[in-house]
């Protein structure tokens, strides 16, 4: 009963392929995010969706693209893979209406992107 | 634009013994969220501690806890009684208390426990 799930956990691919990370949240939260985790552990949030609307595109190259096909779930298709995309994303989930955990972000286990 | 700042990258502590992480922050805004976040090396994020900003008293968690000064915009995590499994990197982060943005992090600070 996984809170908020992503798959896969790691991702081996070429330079040009396109590819997808799936994420999946069971909380019933209104609102989800990816992160970016770069090779010195700095984390940068990427999209947030709320009510199947992008609130936040920060920067992102626009070969990145969040897809949510439902409150549940957003995934994350990236086009045209370039090395310095390899990286850890995280997908992460929160309530932001109402005041219980308002505000904390829970986070999937993370994929480890490599692009060769 | 909101930034956080952890001016350790890394911190040792004797097991058993305190340590103290610092993070500060800057914002223009009243309503806000700070957390402390730790990544073992297994990857995952956990959450640590919460404060919200309208709250003075400071937020504990069983040997966890934070000093707030929210004039000085410094929130720092105390660790007592350090144990193995404290070992990980603390990721301080602030969230706007309005909308859906996402956390904003510092650089995070690397915690090494001796034993």
């Known amino acids: 009963d996984t809170a908020v799930s992503q798959t896969p956990k790691y991702l081996v691919t070429q330079m040009g392929n396109d590819k997808s990370i799936k994420c999946e949240q069971n909380?019933?939260?209104?609102?989800m995010y990816w992160y970016k985790q770069d090779s010195k552990k700095f984390l940068k949030i990427m999209f947030s969706?709320?009510?199947?609307?992008?609130?936040i595109n920060e920067t992102v190259p626009n070969r990145f693209s969040p897809k949510s096909p439902d409150k549940a779930h957003l995934n994350l298709h990236i086009n045209s893979l370039e090395l310095g995309d390899s990286a850890v994303y995280f997908c992460?989930?929160?309530?932001?209406?109402?005041?219980?955990?308002?505000?904390?972000?829970?986070f999937g286990q993370g994929t480890r992107l490599t692009v060769v | 634009a909101q930034t956080v700042t952890q001016s350790q990258p890394e911190m040792s502590v004797q097991e058993a013994e305190t340590v103290t992480l610092s993070c500060t922050y800057d914002?223009?805004?009243?309503?806000?969220?700070l957390f402390w976040y730790k990544q073992p090396p297994s990857r995952q994020m956990i959450l640590v501690i919460r404060q919200e900003a309208y709250k003075q008293q400071n937020a504990t968690e069983n040997r966890f806890s934070v000093n707030f000064q929210k004039a000085a915009k410094s929130f720092s995590l105390k660790i007592s009684d350090s144990q193995l499994g404290d070992a990980a990197m603390y990721f301080c982060?602030?969230?706007?208390?309005?909308?859906?943005?996402?956390?904003?992090f510092g650089k995070g600070t690397h915690l090494i426990i001796q034993p």
């Open positions: 992460a989930s929160s309530q932001v209406s109402g005041r219980s955990l308002k505000g904390v972000a829970f």
């Open positions: 914002t223009s805004e009243s309503d806000y969220y």
């Open positions: 982060a602030y969230r706007r208390g309005g909308g859906a943005d996402g956390l904003t």
């Open positions: 969706y709320n009510n199947k609307e992008l609130i």
């Open positions: 909380l019933g939260h209104d609102t």
